[in-house]
């Protein structure tokens, strides 16, 4: 039995506007959801070109992939599933090849997906389980013909072969998409010890913090709810004025269970804490979702989109090491997570800002990546707290972090105290002039 | 004993609270400071507005410290701890636990909410790199508090966190207390019934020293108590043990308690008191039947020193017994790995040389006589309250109590049999009267009899 792609139209719109230029190949990402019933694809997007000495497109003229174009198109794959919501996922590869090539075309294909899929699944915070579809899509287009060849794999099993599968066009709206959305606070605490390797550490952190997800209770709407119950949808309102159909209130609760018998002291050279709030959004599927569902799409979503965050961190404090910068101490922002409507679809992707970074890089690289077009005020940043300009030095412990971050609320207290203050001058002292002048008046 | 009167129940909260501290490399001076502000930060993170306490095996999760938000609509700060029980008996089409009809207990965790925080800040990477010594260990929380079932459950949850702050400040004492250089002990908390108190009282013992080294520490807590030096109620091993909580060594404890007492006028009952495990024929994978009574009645006796905390070592094998009784000269080498049986006196000489306890020996010259053995027997009941080795005819018993009239003479006699070699199955133990009440007519009346009564040891 094979697995059934509905593909939205403007994946089709899009498809069919893909020319190649001679002998040349594209290829590109097929990103949906998966569920049980059926997949849906949602959106499509091409290879980026990569700049490179060689020819046109970056595509060896001799043969349709080498090692440099299979990695650049899996790293693109990664950035991509990051940019994605809870939820949806990369299903899989098309190649647009010319009818000379198509021969190759399937085991390539073949390379591609499971390549994707291993470098997208690491570092990442959770494993698939039986429950999770291992099954990905490759769609093999003819450049000439048109004509669509529609297989899937078995990513959990190295050796499967292709299976057939159907694929169709359907208008695919996203209303009909329920979505979940939380807040969440951080917590984490790292220690380094002295012969330790930071990505090890930080690993093992993340790690340890994302087992304690995995096993935190989920209620809904202040309740706990049988896993196999049935999700009612409400209506919600947001600031870009979208509909959205949203289950309303998602709670997340850790317990401490392993109570070792013993306190570990170590010697340890470096010390990490994440703390802040982190927005986290899943959409779950269309026909019947249940409240398993719900939960899994956001605790995913929130392992996600905390590994994403730091490992992007730290890529780019390791960067400004090298670049002599110093190595780095003290508070740095994490990036902070936008969300995007694109043109093509009612569906929200994210991305992640830097501070110093504008939203016009945001849509520079939806437009790299994705090969959108946005316009800036659909770009919405308002959903996760922003930073404050605060640039504290601290050279000490927990508690005093503490205190930085109370200060930080405080400040802003203390904005609208003084606001508060002013206006309360500025009466008085208008008070007194009219009074004074009356008096005068009067004399 | 603590008799828990009708109408009360315990709230038992329980929970692990991560404890993390850096100390200075070479600043030896400020590590207890280091330590107090650690656990400062604790008992701040206990009063905040995310903390959870929910109610095991059921969907009760309530928010203390935000004006007690419920996730049951008919649970509220007015309800009566009583009706929790109901809730927790909602498994679902289980079996029913059997309750115990004298304390029943309510079991609660304590969680931390991670959404909707209440002041939210943009998230953050902090990195120090300094040498530090860093402590990492999970806190066993565990407190309790003693409630009228129509209490209302507000006001016991607003004890139970005064209770889990006071216990955080007393792990910091004993932490600060038994803290060497970098290393902390694990300070867990233990349940305590007193006769002198019908509350249950909670003390923290570190996890690294041992019942020895803690001696003083006991000392003072008698003193604070007001209890006699002769019995070790601060033991670890004395410890309060919930009637919810299964044993994990899979031995049976004291069932006689599952038996009705004897109809008899006049009759008061002298029975054993604390803790044993029963002991028979074929446990351990150990095939001695025919030959292994007196050994299994030593291993229940031992079992009993065990569990009140007068030995530390493990119940013996039938082998460490024979070892024993080489050691001090009783027996030859040879004894080691026989099927021969033993009798009180052996029974007596392994209590003395394994675990330093004295007992005094019966003679009974006829069965008929035991009877007049009566007030012997209370007075031991109700002053050691140890079990009794019986042994005569061509058996061996254990005697747990009696049930003995001053006036009439008339007596019964609670024995545990070691000749039972089924499983663990109370049902079958209780019914078949493997564990049971026995006249004097269960006695070979014209056998003698020899009778071992361990005498315990006066100490804290």
């Known amino acids: 039995m094979g697995r059934t792609y509905v593909a939205d139209d403007t994946v089709q719109k899009y498809l069919s506007s893909l020319h190649t230029a001679g002998g040349v190949c594209i290829t590109g990402l097929l990103i949906g959801q998966l569920s049980l019933q059926r997949d849906y694809v949602l959106l499509s997007t091409k290879t980026p070109h990569r700049d490179s000495d060689g020819p046109g497109e970056g595509h060896s003229s001799s043969g349709l992939l080498d090692d440099a174009d299979l990695e650049w198109a899996t790293e693109h794959a990664k950035q991509v ?99 979940v959305t939380c807040t969440v606070a951080l917590d984490l605490q790292i220690s380094l010890p002295l012969k330790s390797l930071d990505d090890i550490c930080i690993k093992e952190g993340l790690r340890s913090w994302a087992n304690r997800i995995k ?18 949808p409400g209506q919600v309102r947001d600031s870009v004025g979208l509909l959205w159909f949203c289950d309303n209130v998602y709670q997340l609760i850790l317990s401490l269970e392993d109570m070792g018998s013993s306190a570990v002291t170590q010697c340890c050279r470096s010390f990490i804490s994440i703390r802040g709030a982190v927005h986290c959004r899943a959409y779950l599927q269309p026909n019947k979702p249940r409240a398993k569902h719900a939960v899994e799409a956001i605790r995913k979503d929130l392992m996600n989109t905390v590994s994403c965050r730091v490992n992007m961190l730290m890529e780019d404090l390791l960067m400004n090491e090298f670049n002599d910068q110093g190595v780095m101490t003290g508070v740095q922002p994490l990036p902070h997570r936008v969300f995007v409507a694109l043109p093509a679809s009612d569906f929200r992707l994210c991305d992640y800002v830097f501070p110093d970074e504008s939203i016009a890089d945001v849509a520079e690289r939806l437009h790299e990546m994705l090969d959108s077009r946005v316009t800036e005020e659909s770009i919405d940043s308002s959903l996760e707290p922003t930073h404050g300009t605060h640039t504290h030095t601290h050279t000490h412990t927990l508690l005093t972090i503490h205190i930085w971050y109370n200060s930080c609320y405080l400040d802003k207290n203390l904005f609208f105290i003084c606001l508060g203050l002013l206006l309360a001058a500025g009466i008085a002292f208008l008070a007194m002039a009219a009074s004074l002048i009356f008096i005068t008046r009067l004399q | 004993m603590v008799l828990v009167d009708d109408g009360a129940m315990i709230l038992r909260l329980g929970g692990g609270l991560e404890f993390l501290c850096q100390l200075d490399v070479s600043d030896a001076s400020q590590r207890q400071l280091e330590v107090s502000r650690s656990f400062a930060d604790l008992r701040s993170r206990v009063k905040a507005e995310s903390l959870v306490f929910s109610l095991t095996d059921s969907a009760l999760f309530i928010w203390p410290n935000k004006s007690f938000q419920a996730s049951l609509d008919d649970v509220d700060e007015s309800t009566a701890c009583g009706e929790l029980l109901q809730s927790e008996d909602d498994d679902g089409g289980g079996k029913k636990k059997k309750k115990d009809k004298k304390s029943p207990v309510v079991n609660l965790r304590f969680m931390m909410e991670i959404t909707e925080p209440t002041e939210p800040s943009a998230p953050c990477l902090y990195r120090e790199n300094k040498k530090h010594h860093c402590i990492r260990m999970v806190l066993p929380m565990d407190c ?235 007075n031991h009941f109700l002053t050691e309250g140890t079990p009794v080795m019986i042994g005569g005819g061509v058996l061996a018993h254990t005697i747990l109590g009696v049930a003995w009239s001053e006036t009439s003479g008339q007596i019964r006699f609670l024995i545990l049999d070691p000749h039972y070699t089924g499983g663990e199955d109370l049902q079958t133990i209780t019914d078949k009267g493997w564990c049971g009440w026995k006249g004097p007519e269960f006695w070979d009346q014209n056998a003698y009899y020899n009778l071992c009564l361990p005498q315990r040891p006066k100490a804290i």
């Open chain 2, 144 to 378: 309790v508090v003693t409630v009228r079932s129509d209490e209302t459950f507000g006001s016991s949850c607003k004890r139970l966190l005064r209770a889990l702050s006071t216990q955080l400040s007393e792990m910091e004492a004993v932490t600060l207390r038994h803290m060497k250089d970098t290393d902390v002990p694990v300070p867990r908390p233990f349940h305590f019934s007193l006769p002198t108190s019908t509350e249950l009282v909670t003390i923290v013992y570190p996890a690294s020293v041992d019942d020895k080294g803690l001696e003083s520490f006991r000392k003072e807590l008698h003193n604070r108590f007001e209890l006699p030096d002769d019995r070790p109620y601060f033991r670890r091993s004395n410890a309060f043990h919930f009637p919810d909580e299964p044993y994990k060594d899979g031995y049976l404890r004291n069932p006689h308690n599952h038996l009705n007492h004897p109809n008899i006028e006049g009759a008061k009952p002298y029975l054993v008191q604390g803790v044993y495990s029963y002991h028979h024929y074929m446990q351990d994978r150990m095939d001695d039947n025919g030959w292994g009574c007196a050994y299994r009645s030593l291993q229940t006796i031992c079992s009993w020193f065990r569990q009140q905390g007068y030995m530390e070592r493990t119940v013996p094998t039938h082998k460490e017994i024979q070892q024993a009784l080489v050691d001090v000269g009783d027996k030859p080498a040879a004894f080691v790995g026989s099927r021969q049986w033993i009798g009180s006196i052996e029974v007596q000489a392994v209590l003395s040389h394994l675990l330093g306890v004295t007992s005094k020996i019966l003679f009974v010259s006829q069965g008929s006589e035991l009877p007049s053995q009566g007030r012997e027997l209370a």
């Open chain 1, 215 to 232: 096993a935190a209770v989920c209620l809904i709407n202040g309740k706990l709810v049988a896993d196999e119950s049935e999700l009612v």
């Open chain 1, 81 to 179: 599933s990051q940019m994605l919501p809870g939820g949806m996922s990369v299903l899989g590869v098309f190649l647009i090849v010319p009818p000379e090539l198509s021969k190759e075309a399937p085991s390539t294909l073949r390379r591609l997906v499971f390549a994707i899929e291993k470098h997208i699944s690491k570092g990442r915070l959770w494993d698939l389980t039986e429950e999770d579809i291992t099954e990905r899509v490759t769609l093999q287009i003819c450049s000439k013909t048109k004509k669509a060849l529609c297989r899937s794999f078995d990513i959990k099993d190295p050796k499967s072969s292709a299976k057939p599968a159907d694929w169709k066009y359907q208008p695919v709206s996203s209303s009909s998409w329920p979505l």
